[in-house]
């Protein structure tokens, strides 16, 4: 059972530059989420993608967007890269259902490591 | 808004030996989901254990177990037998239970085990 899996694993571009970061979910899984991990922090939501459509979003500016393909796997896309987006990007994938059991729980790919200069 | 704080960033432990790892949540809501997610050198998250805020029964998992206080606000890990396997970043995480699909995390204990 493949678990999810994300590409590249590492990349380095500089300011100004454009970047994509892709993702395919955990097999059964139709809702992935993306997080940004500067070093020393904890994740941080960037947004989810559910049925092809961004369901939520967290604090984070319009430069960084996303999309969902028919087979669920997911694109973020950064423009205009700046310092300080110099991070490891998660990809956590999960089933739709919110409330209730199970709880949405999250499986994560090995991250994306952005570096830039 | 909910916040989660880890107040140590670093922690060892003997291996064999048993430590506990803080964990203190901000909410106003009265049901919600808490996690411990371990984040080993390879970077893969892994989810270690879960709570229902309306459980009032401690969660384990093996050697894995929670200290849920809910008028505290504490969600304490405690790991027993320790083992070299266990050093990693873990990480605290809170959800509410819907209208919401981000998790929050806190910035993370290193969890050190010596031989």
């Known amino acids: 059972d493949a678990g999810v899996t994300q590409s590249p694993t590492h990349l380095i571009k500089t300011r100004g530059q454009q970047v994509t970061l892709r993702c395919s979910p955990k097999s059964g899984h139709d809702t992935v989420s993306w997080y940004q991990q500067a070093l020393g922090q904890g994740p941080q939501f960037i947004f989810q993608y559910y049925e092809e459509e961004e369901r939520q979003r967290g604090n984070f500016p319009d430069r960084f967007s996303g999309h969902q393909f028919p087979n669920y796997s997911s694109e973020l896309n950064v423009n205009a890269l700046l310092l300080g987006d110099s991070a490891l990007y998660l990809c956590?994938?999960?089933?739709?259902?919110?409330?209730?059991?199970?709880?949405?729980?999250?499986?994560f790919g090995e991250g994306s490591r952005l570096t830039v200069l | 808004a909910q916040t989660v704080t880890q107040s140590q960033p670093e922690m060892s432990v003997q291996e064999a030996e048993t430590v506990t790892l803080s964990c203190t949540y901000d909410?106003?809501?009265?049901?919600?989901?808490l996690f411990w997610y371990k984040q080993p050198p390879s970077r893969q998250m892994i989810l270690v254990i879960r709570?229902?805020?309306?459980?009032?029964q401690n969660a384990t998992e093996n050697r894995f177990s929670v200290n849920f206080q809910k008028a505290a606000k504490s969600f304490s890990l405690k790991i027993s037998d320790s083992q070299l396997g266990d050093a990693a970043m873990y990480f605290c995480?809170?959800?509410?239970?819907?209208?919401?699909?981000?998790?929050?995390f806190g910035t993370g204990t290193r969890l050190k085990v010596l031989a």
């Open positions: 909410t106003s809501e009265s049901d919600y989901y």
């Open positions: 709570q229902e805020a309306y459980k009032q």
């Open positions: 995480a809170y959800r509410s239970p819907s209208g919401t699909y981000k998790y929050i």
């Open positions: 956590a994938s999960s089933t739709g259902r919110l409330s209730g059991y199970p709880t949405g729980e999250l499986f």
